[in-house]
């Protein structure tokens, strides 16, 4: 990619998820390279990133963005239209919303890696806007406000060259819905600071980490930990978490927003952690592997790539609390082996990820420039 002028886009910047790993290690790579992204809250990510040169949108001054950034999400489009990328031969987006929307000059090469089509607007709408959970006037606007995203989703796939998946479950929703072919390349996960304790800890807990969002379903994890007793610790913040707490029994603590060696330390010392929604990858479950702990998962989706049932976790089927709770109880008599699951986290590792993303992304490129 010599001599190549490259462009990174991203969403938006607000923390430090799947999303934003896979973003620095980009920005490893083409270390000249600005990032666009919708808006960023300064602070929010590795220093690193926070030296770059970041250019933002005009949803950047709009008021209340830090709290309310999603009720903004009709003029998701056109902000990421409006940016200009008339300079760049090369652009990698990273997309789980409208980052593949840009428009990149018609000389341009555009890469996107997909996180997700948008969620909400696809696999995910009825967990967001299903039957109950819209108010008025919200049930009359949100409808025709997602049907109207679905079709610019759709229409703005054309503007990607080449579409690269963070799992074979998000390549089959590439298929299904914008009718293009999509390769995989795992996400990265820190391997060299998620490692297994020093020594054995008691393991006292399950475990969840991720945001509370609908589609996650932690309501079937905290439901599950009701019905048995067992101790959960809930990591993370977000929309669900008050309806959660109101269902939220006494074994069941939310610790909100973990980062660094307290996080690290949870995973080390928890029985398993919990992935009770359907994933796109589900970076968590490698993170937990890699610190020799074993991932209980819904049977779907990115997890079935990344957790090796009976050998580095277990799989249930039946999406409801007595369900969850069996598959629960099976793991608490089992023993996993810390070897196995921490071999199975290295598939994954940072160093992973960037080979094969460098080497692709400048085969892709080679092939771009010979058919010019």
């Given at each position: 990619?010599?001599?190549?002028?490259?462009?990174?886009?991203?969403?938006?910047?607000?923390?430090?998820?799947?999303?934003?790993?896979?973003?620095?290690?980009?920005?490893?790579?083409?270390?000249?390279?600005?990032?666009?992204?919708?808006?960023?809250?300064?602070?929010?990510?590795?220093?690193?990133?926070?030296?770059?040169?970041?250019?933002?949108?005009?949803?950047?001054?709009?008021?209340?963005?830090?709290?309310?950034?999603?009720?903004?999400?009709?003029?998701?489009?056109?902000?990421?239209?409006?940016?200009?990328?008339?300079?760049?031969?090369?652009?990698?987006?990273?997309?789980?919303?409208?980052?593949?929307?840009?428009?990149?000059?018609?000389?341009?090469?555009?890469?996107?890696?997909?996180?997700?089509?948008?969620?909400?607007?696809?696999?995910?709408?009825?967990?967001?806007?299903?039957?109950?959970?819209?108010?008025?006037?919200?049930?009359?606007?949100?409808?025709?406000?997602?049907?109207?995203?679905?079709?610019?989703?759709?229409?703005?796939?054309?503007?990607?060259?080449?579409?690269?998946?963070?799992?074979?479950?998000?390549?089959?929703?590439?298929?299904?819905?914008?009718?293009?072919?999509?390769?995989?390349?795992?996400?990265?996960?820190?391997?060299?600071?998620?490692?297994?304790?020093?020594?054995?800890?008691?393991?006292?807990?399950?475990?969840?980490?991720?945001?509370?969002?609908?589609?996650?379903?932690?309501?079937?994890?905290?439901?599950?930990?009701?019905?048995?007793?067992?101790?959960?610790?809930?990591?993370?913040?977000?929309?669900e978490m008050r309806a959660l707490r109101a269902t939220a029994g006494p074994s069941v603590e939310f610790l909100g927003s973990v980062e660094g060696a307290e996080l690290r330390r949870l995973f080390q010392e928890a029985i398993a952690l919990l992935m009770p929604g359907e994933e796109d990858f589900g970076i968590g479950a490698v993170e937990a592997q890699a610190c020799g702990t074993p991932v209980v998962a819904l049977g779907r989706g990115g997890v079935l790539e990344t957790?090796?049932?009976?050998?580095?976790?277990?799989?249930?089927?039946?999406?409801?609390?007595?369900?969850?709770?069996?598959?629960?109880?099976?793991?608490?008599?089992?023993?996993?082996?810390?070897?196995?699951?921490?071999?199975?986290?290295?598939?994954?590792?940072?160093?992973?990820?960037?080979?094969?993303?460098?080497?692709?992304?400048?085969?892709?490129?080679?092939?771009?420039?010979?058919?010019?």
């Amino acid at each position: 990619m010599k001599n190549a002028r490259v462009a990174l886009v991203h969403d938006w910047l607000t923390g430090r998820r799947g999303g934003e790993k896979v973003l620095e290690v980009l920005a490893e790579i083409f270390p000249e390279a600005p990032i666009y992204t919708l808006f960023h809250f300064p602070g929010s990510q590795i220093p690193d990133l926070e030296k770059r040169t970041i250019r933002t949108s005009f949803l950047q001054r709009m008021p209340f963005l830090r709290k309310r950034y999603r009720y903004y999400l009709p003029l998701f489009p056109l902000a990421a239209e409006l940016f200009d990328l008339q300079d760049f031969d090369l652009v990698v987006s990273s997309s789980h919303c409208t980052a593949k929307g840009i428009i990149p000059k018609p000389e341009a090469l555009h890469v996107s890696y997909i996180h997700s089509p948008v969620r909400y607007a696809w696999n995910q709408y009825f967990a967001y806007f299903g039957p109950g959970r819209l108010g008025f006037p919200a049930k009359y606007i949100v409808p025709p406000v997602i049907h109207r995203l679905r079709n610019w989703d759709v229409a703005s796939s054309a503007r990607v060259d080449r579409f690269i998946a963070n799992s074979r479950a998000v390549a089959g929703r590439i298929e299904k819905y914008y009718r293009r072919p999509a390769e995989v390349i795992h996400p990265p996960v820190d391997t060299e600071f998620f490692v297994p304790p020093a020594a054995m800890p008691e393991r006292k807990y399950f475990l969840v980490v991720t945001a509370l969002v609908p589609y996650k379903r932690i309501d079937l994890a905290v439901a599950a930990c009701n019905l048995r007793g067992y101790p959960l610790k809930v990591v993370g913040d977000g929309p669900e978490m008050r309806a959660l707490r109101a269902t939220a029994g006494p074994s069941v603590e939310f610790l909100g927003s973990v980062e660094g060696a307290e996080l690290r330390r949870l995973f080390q010392e928890a029985i398993a952690l919990l992935m009770p929604g359907e994933e796109d990858f589900g970076i968590g479950a490698v993170e937990a592997q890699a610190c020799g702990t074993p991932v209980v998962a819904l049977g779907r989706g990115g997890v079935l790539e990344t957790v090796r049932p009976g050998e580095t976790g277990l799989y249930f089927q039946e999406s409801t609390p007595t369900g969850l709770a069996a598959v629960l109880d099976k793991c608490r008599g089992l023993t996993f082996n810390k070897a196995s699951l921490r071999a199975q986290a290295l598939a994954f590792s940072r160093d992973v990820f960037r080979t094969k993303m460098e080497t692709r992304l400048a085969a892709l490129w080679r092939e771009f420039k010979d058919s010019k």
